[in-house]
């Protein structure tokens, strides 16, 4: 009944030409001219997970908008002096200041240590609109990663996910991605890497069956 009052309301002539519209207007939209690496950058928090043996756990996200590169950082608290100490060492060391930051608007990314930092680097800081996650691009890098730890990791492994980031950061890296055509290693390296080591890693732990000849191998990642 609600569809069909619906339905004869707006093809009723005399109301759509006398009665106002009161919604809002629409924003005006815009596209992103992305044209070098780490010039606009997001990041997020996944977890949290399984205690891992160093007492990590959570994931810190960091990609890259142009390249889609990302960055996996293991991290034992999601406090914004953490988070602080990780962008410095992860992005600002490594591929320098970005112009432009995107971020949700949880406190720790919001918080006056975030913004002071941001403002003596010339950064950008832009949120992402109040419940609205999906306008934050590394939700969609998240995806991927929450996908790559449901099939490549058994459940009594989670604990020891900080083992398995370095092959997850690779996985990501390494495959081309469907809105550049291209990988993003080589966007980010000019490099084709080979995906026989992760083609291995693959087999290995999909199956979720380890032979007697892998258990020197799951000894030593259990130390790690």
């Known amino acids: ?17 006398v009665k106002p519209s009161n919604s809002k207007p629409r924003g005006m939209m815009f596209p992103r001219y ?3 690496a780490w010039d606009v950058a997001s990041l997020d928090i996944m977890g ?3 205690g891992s043996s160093t007492g990590n756990t959570h994931l810190l996200v960091f990609e890259d908008l142009f ?11 999601t406090t914004s002096a953490v988070i602080l100490e990780k962008f410095k060492s992860v992005i600002l060391n490594r591929y320098g200041t970005p112009s432009t930051i995107i971020i949700d608007n949880a406190s720790n990314f919001v918080s006056s240590m975030v913004r002071q ?37 058994d459940q009594p492994r989670h604990t020891r996910l900080d083992c398995f980031i ?59």
């Open 117 to 153: 930092l941001t403002q003596s680097c010339g950064i950008q800081h832009r949120t992402t609109k109040l419940y609205h996650c999906q306008a934050n691009p590394t939700e969609r890098a998240n995806r991927n990663v929450r996908q790559l730890i449901r099939t490549y990791i």
């Open 166 to 224: 370095v092959e997850l950061q690779f996985e990501l890296n390494s495959t081309v991605h469907s809105s550049t055509k291209c990988s993003p290693a080589f966007l980010h390296l000019a490099l084709s890497l080979s995906r026989r080591a992760a083609e291995l890693f693959a087999c290995k732990y999909r199956s979720g069956r380890m032979s007697s000849s892998n258990v020197q191998a799951e000894r030593v990642e259990a130390s790690c």
């Open 48 to 50: 949290p997970f399984p």
């Open 67 to 77: 390249t889609k590169w990302v960055e996996l950082v293991p991290i034992r608290s």
């Open 34 to 36: 992305l044209t070098v």
């Open 1 to 17: 009944m609600y569809n069909d009052i619906v339905r004869y309301a707006t093809r009723c002539d005399v109301c759509q030409r």
